[in-house]
């Protein structure tokens, strides 16, 4: 194939020439238009896992994976993670523009009196297991949201389209917090309207009705810094599928549920967990080397959870802000030397200098710094990727308003390198 990036890009095949428009990005490599591909030359492509493959337009989020680079709405990330905060970043990626002031207020204000969930939902929370995983109660409550306000699954009304994003983005920390303490049988903290979003998290989380709790505020600081590092990340897996979900006309939460779900798989969101999991397993830094030999050996799964990404292949600007975050949530509770803490700062030094992780572009990516945190707040593994989720949902939000919004959307419906029988007649059983 010929890319003449000036005009179209030539395609030759079985004797003829395709000619396929290229599309220009405002930034980022140029698009080559398959649209009428098939149509006119009876020809599919082939890209499962979409490694070269843009599914939509968008204007939300931009990854430049080689300069290690993530802007929302043209914003670099660490300066919204030093500057900002999250719900003006949740404004920012749902509106494209930062706040005015005002605009702030009424937005925060708005985010605030949707906090509480419907007491009914209570009564179905409460109907999950204890031991339930809190991603497992996460995606069926989300699911049942639905059920809950049918005020606002009318995809085509924009005002229930709006209601539906303001609650899920103010009722998303209240639904985890809860699956959390459903799952230690402590009685369920309501909302505090003068907490700010990430103080009532940890309050919702960490309160209980017995005593006083008062937030920490380094430690909320740290809280919305992690939620605004994963607020949104372009065209993921998770946000895929909330838009393949959205692209049907099904309704918001049903589509947030799809990611919620999506999220899980230890490849995306669950790899905090794994990563985790992972450092406690490997228990001690005498155990690394086993470790790192198990991750190169071709014929071993194992991988070392919280190293690579898709696309970012010099180094995750996540990682950058969430380490310096770690350092100083770890200072604050006085806890630097704590083994899980030791492993992972070895494992660190010792896959940055290896030359299997450093030829593959492996690098920590956020995840492997965010669980450190987490854990040393006192989060168990379990509530690593229902935090992962929460943060995630404006993102979710934003990408599926554009779809929406999106005059040329269709339903997504990828074809097949079908590889089965071809036609033959069946057989009755007696004869088989
Ligand atoms: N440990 C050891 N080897 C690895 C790892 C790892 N963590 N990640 C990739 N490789 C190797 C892989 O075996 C392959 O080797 P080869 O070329 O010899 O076959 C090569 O590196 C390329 O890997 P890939 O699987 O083709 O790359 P991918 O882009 O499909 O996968 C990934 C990206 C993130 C799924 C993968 O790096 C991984 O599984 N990492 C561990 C899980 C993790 O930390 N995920 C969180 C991602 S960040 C949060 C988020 O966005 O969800």
């Known amino acids: 194939m010929m890319n003449d990036k000036t005009k179209n890009a030539t395609l030759s095949f079985h004797g003829k020439t395709y000619e396929l428009p290229i599309l220009s990005p405002s930034v980022g490599p140029d698009v080559i238009d398959i649209r009428k591909l098939y149509g006119e030359a009876d020809v599919f492509t082939f890209d499962p896992g979409f490694t070269s493959t843009a599914a939509c337009e968008s204007d939300i989020t931009f990854i430049d994976g080689d300069k290690g680079e993530l802007l929302y709405r043209g914003y670099p990330i660490d300066q919204l993670a030093e500057k900002s905060h999250y719900l003006e970043v949740c404004y920012l990626l749902l509106y494209g523009e930062l706040p005015t002031a005002e605009q702030l207020e009424a937005f925060e204000y708005r985010i605030t009196n949707h906090t509480m969930l419907h007491e009914q939902m209570h009564y179905f929370l409460r109907g999950f297991r204890r031991d339930a995983h809190p991603m497992a109660t996460m995606v069926g409550v989300v699911g049942a949201m639905s059920a809950f306000y049918h005020d606002s699954t009318d995809i085509n009304d924009a005002a229930q389209r709006e209601v539906a994003s303001i609650r899920m983005i103010a009722k998303m920390p209240t639904i985890a917090a809860m699956a959390y303490k459903y799952s230690i049988g402590q009685p369920f903290i309501y909302p505090r309207n003068e907490l700010d979003y990430a103080s009532n998290f940890l309050s919702m989380c960490f309160a209980v009705p017995a005593e006083d709790y008062v937030v920490n505020p380094i430690l909320s600081r740290a809280m919305d810094r992690i939620f605004t590092l994963h607020a949104d990340h372009e065209q993921n897996a998770s946000t895929s599928t909330v838009r393949l979900a959205g692209s049907s006309g099904a309704n918001p939460f049903a589509c ?177």
Not at 333 to 339: H, V
Not at 355 to 363: A, G, I, Q, T
Not at 386 to 412: C, H, N, Y
């Open 256 to 432: 947030i549920a799809a990611g919620i779900a999506c999220l899980w798989g230890p490849a995306h969101g669950g790899a905090n967990e794994a990563c985790l999991t992972m450092l406690r397993e490997i228990g001690s830094v005498e155990h690394i080397p086993e470790y790192i030999s198990r991750a190169k050996d071709k014929n071993d799964p194992f991988r070392l959870m919280g190293f690579g990404h898709r696309v970012y292949k010099n180094f995750d600007p996540r990682a950058k802000v969430m380490k310096q975050s770690a350092d100083e949530v770890l200072g604050l509770l006085g806890i630097e030397n704590n083994p899980t803490l030791q492993v992972a700062k070895e494992l660190e030094r010792i896959a940055l200098e290896d030359d299997y992780f450093v030829s593959k572009k492996l690098y920590p990516n956020v995840d492997f710094y965010s669980g450190i945190i987490l854990d040393a707040m006192g989060f168990p593994t379990s509530m690593f990727t229902p935090i992962f989720a929460l943060s995630r949902t404006v993102g979710w939000i934003a990408q599926w308003k554009e779809m929406i919004g999106d005059p040329t959307q269709k339903i997504g419906r990828p074809r097949q390198l079908y590889t089965g029988a071809t036609e033959r007649d069946y057989v009755d059983v007696e004869q088989r």
